[in-house]
T-cell receptor, first 117, second 111 residues
Framework: KAGVTQTPRYLIKTRGQQVTLSCSPI?????VSWYQQTPGQGLQFLFE???????NKGNFPGRFSGRQFSNSRSEMNVSTLELGDSALYLC????????????????FGPGTRLTVT | AQSVTQLDSHVSVSEGTPVLLRCNYS??????LFWYVQHPNKGLQLLLK??????LVKGINGFEAEFKKSETSFHLTKPSAHMSDAAEYFC?????????FGQGTTLQVKP
């Protein structure tokens, strides 16, 4: 079974631009979560989508947004890029259903390395 | 609020010797805990998970972890380190549908 795929793997953008990252979950997984990884802040939760609805959100500004399509693929958008947005963005998928989040595990993709100059 | 604290930012062992990576958690109820590993320039791989079924959890690649409620700990161990174990390890707690990560422990394995 294919794992979580993310495109592109590497991206260089200029401050003020916007960027869209894509994530294809494991077949059958309906939950997709996004995380930001930086050397200073570590791994931080951005948001989670389930059945095309944002179900959970972390503490990030509104410049960070996402969406999920009917085939469970997800995109993440960052507008008005700042230097501090340079990070590895990781997508994870899960079997998680409509309730009882506590015991599900997430499977991660390889990430998209975003560099903002 | 739930959280995890990894007690060592860097651990160095010799190949063939035991590995111990320490993690303490904070939770107001029985937590779901995980250990993930990240090799350089790679995504995160699930090593093992605890979901209250058994306190000693066995994972992949010979790793295991023991949940100790009295000590609020979930330490990761392996009897014999291999060079391929060199990586970043994250202790993680699941909270309300999201994963909360520790700061990570870098495991160095010396030949």
């Amino acid at each position: 079974k294919a794992g979580v795929t993310q495109t592109p793997r590497y991206l260089i953008k200029t401050r003020g631009q916007q960027v869209t990252l894509s994530c294809s979950p494991i077949s059958g997984h309906r939950s997709v979560s996004w995380y930001q990884q930086t050397p200073g802040q570590g791994l931080q939760f951005l948001f989670e989508y389930f059945s095309e609805t944002q179900r959970n959100k972390g503490n990030f500004p509104g410049r960070f947004s996402g969406r999920q399509f009917s085939n469970s693929r997800s995109e993440m958008n960052v507008s008005t890029l700042e230097l501090g947005d340079s990070a590895l963005y990781l997508c994870a998928s899960s079997w998680a259903r409509g309730g009882g989040f506590r015991t599900y595990e997430q499977y991660f993709g390889p990430g998209t390395r975003l560099t903002v100059t | 609020a739930q959280s995890v604290t990894q007690l060592d930012s860097h651990v160095s062992v010799s190949e063939g010797t035991p590995v111990l990576l320490r993690c303490n958690y904070s939770s107001s109820y029985s937590p779901s805990l995980f250990w993930y590993v990240q090799h350089p320039n790679k995504g995160l791989q699930l090593l093992l998970k605890y979901t209250s079924a058994a306190t000693l959890v066995k994972g992949i690649n010979g790793f295991e972890a023991e949940f100790k409620k009295s000590e609020t700990s979930f330490h990761l161990t392996k009897p014999s380190a291999h060079m391929s174990d060199a990586a970043e390890y994250f202790c993680v707690v699941s909270s309300g549908g999201k994963l909360i990560f520790g700061q990570g422990t870098t495991l160095q394995v010396k030949p």
